[in-house]
């Protein structure tokens, strides 16, 4: 059972930054595949963008393509989720996902996965 805790949130002005961490501190994540998923406020939870589990492939929604990007780091048991260029509608509670998978296809669905972070939360002023 993995048990998946995110740290990295906050407050920033729009065009900052922020990197958002996903870990495991007591289960492998070699074989798991990782997503990240985010809910704005009056809106379902959306795919924001995944990596597979040996963190050679990433895909990313288009609302975050070139400004956002995802690594893992296996001897580490880590997630990360960089953030550039933030808008204010990139204003949500931010998740991390991951399910025991193959390297060749990454989930972009919610029922994809099995484990999940206890979401932190991202706020991006104007």
């Known amino acids: 059972q993995l048990s998946l805790v995110e740290s990295g949130g906050g407050l920033v002005q729009a065009g900052g930054s922020l990197r958002l961490s996903c870990a495991d501190s007591g289960h492998t994540l070699i074989k798991y595949n990782m997503g990240w998923f985010r809910r704005a406020p009056g809106k379902e939870r959306e795919f924001v963008g995944g990596?597979?589990?040996?963190?050679?492939?990433?895909t990313y929604a288009d609302s975050v393509k070139g400004r956002f990007t995802i690594a893992k780091d296996n001897t580490e048991n880590t997630a990360y989720h960089q953030m550039n260029n933030l808008r204010p509608e990139d204003t949500a509670i931010y998740y991390c996902?991951?399910?025991?998978?193959?390297?060749?296809?990454?989930?972009?669905?919610?029922?994809?996965?099995?484990?999940w972070g206890q979401g932190t939360q991202v706020t991006v002023s104007s």
């Open positions: 990596i597979t589990w040996r963190g050679t492939t990433t």
């Open positions: 996902a991951s399910t025991y998978s193959s390297d060749t296809y990454i989930e972009n669905s919610e029922s994809e996965y099995g484990y």
